[in-house]
Every structure is written in C-alpha cells, then in structure tokens.
DNA sequence: CTGAAAGCGCTAACAT
DNA sequence: ATGTTAGCGCTTTCAG
C-alpha cells in the first residue's frame, strides 16, 4: 500500500462531516461540552476508518507540554532492577499518553546537564533519577529552577519529600518469623564481610532477631566472606560448622546468587533443604522460582517504585508537590527453601 | 529567581533588534542566506544573554520531524551490554540534536506496538531494536508503512540490510596468536557445556586453532562444564589435567566470570599467570583491568555498534537505506594474564 | 541582507 | 450542540 500522508484532525473532520474542533471535543471527552451521541459516533468511527492517532507535538505544543519525561540514570545500572523499575514507570506513563526520554547522568556541569537541556527545549515536562549519582547542588539547581524531578533511591540518609525508597526490616521479620515457626531456633545471616554491620539488610537482620528472640549465632554474618564466589561460603560454612559444632537451621543470605551458592553447598553435602537447613536470600531474580528447590526470596518493589516515583512526578508537574517521602515494602516470597 | 516564562525566539528577536527570521536563521546557520557579521553577533549575544534553547517541539513540528528516535528492547536485557550500546547510540542522537525515547517490545499485536503508535503520533522518526525479540512478520510490517528501523543483533543466520552485527573469529585469532607467540602450544577452551559446539565462541576458537597448527587439546571444550561457578571449574580442570597429565598453557574463556574464576583457581593452587597459564576470556566487563593480574580480554564492539545503528538509522531517514549490513569486529586487549 | 507572513496539527475561547 | 478562529514556537518562502 505504500506510505500515504499522515492523517491529522482535519482529514478526521472532512470525513466525519464535522469541525476539527469537534473531532478534538469527541477525541479528548473534553468537559463542559456536550457532543451528540451521532456526531460522537460519527467522529469516532472517521478516526477509527482513517486509523487516526493524534501528533503528539503539536498536541503538546498547544498544551504547552513536552508529553514525556525523563528516566536519568548512570551507565552502570544492575539491569533486572533497572529494568523492572522501567517498567513501573513505564506503566503510569501509558495511562497519560506520556513517553520516556532516556538521559544519562553525566555531571559536566549543573546548567548543562542532558535532562536541564531538555526540559528548557521543551522535550521533557520533568525527570526520575533512577539510582543515579546526583550531588546535593545539583538537586538545589533543579528546585531553584522548578525541574520538576523524582529520586528513586534505596540509601538511607538522602532525605527529601520528592524521594522513593524502600523499606526492608518487616519483609525480614516475616521471613525470620516464619522460619521460626517452622523450627528454627537460630538463624544466621550469609553476607560479605566488607558490607558488614553497616548494610541495610544485616541492621534488618538483627532487629527480626532480637524482635523475635530468635539465638544470634555467635559466627553471623559470615564474616570471612570476602565475596560471594562458591570456595568462599563453602569454607565460611566449614568455619561455622567447626566453630558452633554444627550448621545453622537457617540462613538468611544477602543476596540472591549467595543463596544460590548456599543451595549447591547443601546438595553436594548432603543436606537436605528445607528439612535439614532453610535458605533465604534478599533480591529478585528470574531464576529463583527454576532452582531446586525454589529459591524463597525478600524481594524489593521494584516495579512499584518504578510506578510511585512517576506518579508523584506528575502530581509535582500539576502543583501538588508530595511533603513527604514513599517507602515502598520489600516483601517476603517463601517457596521451596523456607 | 523563580521561574520566568520560557524564552523564545521571539524574545532573542526582541532583545537584538531584528525579526524572528533572522534569529533562526543565525542559530541554524541556514545555507544560501547572507547575514551581516554585525547582525549575527548581535543575535548570538542576544541568545546567549537570554540562555535561549529552541523549543524542539515546535521545531519538530514545522519540520515535520520528531527529533527523536525509540530505542525498542526486551525487559531483560543483560546490563553492561545494553548501557554499552545505548551510549553509542546517545553520542550520535547528541550530535543531531536528537532524544532517545525508550520502548519495550511487548507483542500484542503488530500494528498496536508502542514504537509503531509512537511513529504515527509523530514521537519518533525512527526505531532501533536492541537485542530485542522480534519476529519477521513484524519487521515486515515496519517496512510495509516505511517505518524506519534499524536491527542490531549478534546472533547469524539474521540477514537484513539494516542490521548491525558483530564478527568474532579475528579476535580471537589474534588472541590465539599471542598466544602462541609467547609459548603456547596447546590452548584450551573453557565454556559451558549446553552452548557447546553451536556457539560462535567455540566456532571461533576451533578456527582459530586451524588456522595458526596450535594443538587441539583432546579435552577442550571443557565439557563437563555445568554452570560457570567455582566448584565447577575447579573439577573440570582438575578432570582436565587428569586426562591430559598436566595443564594447558594457555585457555580461552567462554566470558568473563570464567575467566575471573580461572584467575582464582589458579592464585589458590600456586599456579602462575600469566608465566605457568595464560588466560584471555571472551566478553567486557569493568573489573577486568582490576583483577590480580589484570584479565586479558575480547571485546565487543558495543559503543561501536550502537553508534553504527543510529547512524544507520539516520541514512534510512534521510532515505539512503543501507544495501548490506555493518559488522564490526571485536577486538583482543591484552592484559597482564596473557 | 533582512522582515512580514504563512502554516505545521492541535486545542480552547468565543461565537452561533 | 457545533463551528470559527486564534494562536503555541518555529522555519521558510517571498518581498523588499
């Protein structure tokens, strides 16, 4: 068939027999207008005939919007995070008929900066910073200029109203909870050691212990794991094993690939999971439903991050700036290993 | 300050005492229109004092162009790979002024895909697929309404004009030469199991083995490979130097954890890299300069190709469509293990 | 060499 | 209940 012009309104209108504003009246459900229901069914079959969709530009240029926004991140994202939280955004941004622009974070200078540009050449109407590096300065920049943005950001001490985060310590009560009922009367924690106390997930860690009085294993966290490779935990669990005369009924891991680490070590040993040694690891992964057995995991609300910061975006673009921060729950997923 | 109303071209016009006209074409340098020196740096100084940035969407409009192009990918892509490529294709977007607008290719219906709404809306002037799952039927439809697209995947046996792939063998020819070169008679293949002799990795390595009379080792590739964990590795070499009573000289590594995972099998067996074994291993990664020693690697072309796409890309806009595809090479960077 | 004016496709007063 | 019209900010003939 070949490339035909594009359809716009008027050829909507002609077809129709109608006005373009008519078709703009019918097309939008403009309020305080009131249309009849043929001349509705008239527009609305033209513009279904004709396959018409409506120029976003101009659209937005008479809208004095950009009809998009922008996701800024680093070069260096983890991916399925990234691109679950993508996801999230994206969502919210289809309900709108908004697009994503994407801009890395490059800190050349605050004026200069990809997102700034964008927003002055009217292509974004605001941005999410999605685990990006961004300085205090910058994001001083932003407000005094009214950037309309969003920080989705997991670190604590970043505090600001127009902030997603998350929150860990119940998804770990929960988790640690239920082992408890299942039998365990201690749980010890798989992480590496450079993180140590001062990491999020071990401060969760303990607190589900001392909230429940479940025994803190004098060898937890595994504190000569360097990293996460297979020799390390191995003789890490050795360790453990010589120190308090036998394993552990539980382990709660740091991270995915730990727990998955963990599951090899029980097989090739002989120990049987569940019944002999729970696992949990914090993270999300494609894979923790396909291992044997099914990884149990606290996951984090990725997606639902992804959506809140988008939404509060728009409630900031409209002039409802939020006077407080979302924190989102991670939440804990049992499966075959707990 | 607050936020004043954003200047236009108009307000330029204003502050240097000339017509809009004028304003536009100073800023866009317009071919076959004389403008005095003096006018020219009345506007400029006049843009600059006022921090003007054109409104892309108003110009997109007249132009009849979106001033921006979709980046189309699956929702799980893996991460350094595609941050790689959306870089190259960010550099060329830059250098025309253009946006990246993101999509995820979800199927529902060929004609109902996001990034072909957002061609008929006039969002994007173009598409380009990232490793993303695309069926053929699809792309027939795209070159059926001349929606502009570009292909960029790595995997054969996908031939189109307006593709960008990478080719492997040279690479690794010249990394087995190295090899050789300093000492190596015997060059082993380190890969998982299920790719096996399928993989282009593989085809490559055998290649390279003929081409240069380095011998074949009976037990490469390394077939009892599993998974690409410590523990694995450790019982394939261990198996490898059963059967062949003793090491080979040098490996190639499927990617780059193997490679890693090498490097610490050898640490904790006293074996010397690059002196006793050399390791290269296939694929990119940030840590591998940091690794002790440094990891000798091939790498895709990843900056190279996405650039390569948008560039492409624009040449179908402008109508020159390409008549065969781009295939870029990877290249071997020696480090200290090799 | 520069300015006036038309118009890209759309929406929203303001008419009717 | 619908049509007329005036722009949104920009580029580009066409006149001076």
Chains 1, 2 share one sequence.
């Not at 996801?87 to 622009?101: C, F, H, M």
């Not at 994001?139 to 997991?154: C, T």
């Amino acid at each position: 068939m070949g490339r035909t012009r594009k359809v716009s309104s008027k050829d909507v209108a002609r077809l129709a027999g109608v006005s373009q504003a008519t078709v703009s009246y019918v097309l939008n459900n403009t309020q305080g207008v009131k249309i009849s229901d043929h001349t509705r069914q008239a527009v609305l079959a033209a513009a279904k005939k004709l396959n018409y969709i409506p120029n976003q530009c101009a659209r937005g240029m008479r809208l004095k919007k950009a009809m998009s926004v922008a996701v800024v991140s680093d070069k260096d994202v983890s991916n399925t995070r990234f691109m679950s939280v993508l996801e999230g955004i994206k969502d919210v941004l289809a309900d709108r008929n908004y697009s994503l622009t994407f801009c890395f974070s490059r800190w050349q200078d605050d004026h200069e900066a990809e997102h700034v540009q964008y927003f002055r050449a009217n292509r974004i109407d605001g941005a999410i910073f999605v685990w990006a590096a961004v300085s205090e300065s910058h994001l001083a920049y932003l407000i005094e200029n009214e950037i309309p943005f969003v920080v989705i950001h997991s670190s604590p001490g970043f505090d600001r109203p127009n902030l997603v985060r998350s929150h860990l310590d119940s998804a770990i009560l929960a988790a640690v909870a239920d082992l408890k009922s299942k039998g365990a009367d201690t749980v010890a924690f798989l992480g590496r050691a450079r993180r140590g106390v001062r990491s999020r997930k071990y401060a969760g860690y303990l607190n589900a212990l001392s909230h429940l009085g479940v025994t803190t294993p004098p060898e937890s966290p595994l504190s000569t794991l360097a990293d996460d490779s297979e020799a390390q935990i191995e003789s890490a669990l050795n360790e453990y094993v010589r120190k308090n005369s036998g394993l552990p009924q539980a382990v709660l891991c740091e991270t995915v690939s730990m727990g998955f680490r963990l599951l090899r070590y029980a097989a090739r040993n002989g120990i049987r999971v569940p019944q002999d040694l729970s696992v949990v690891a914090i993270g999300s992964s494609r894979f923790a439903p396909l291992s044997v057995p099914a990884l149990s995991t606290i996951e984090g609300p990725l997606y639902e991050m992804g959506a809140a910061g988008c939404k509060m975006l728009f409630d900031i673009i409209e002039g409802h700036a939020p006077t407080t921060p979302v924190v989102l729950e991670w939440s804990y997923v049992p499966r075959e290993s707990s």
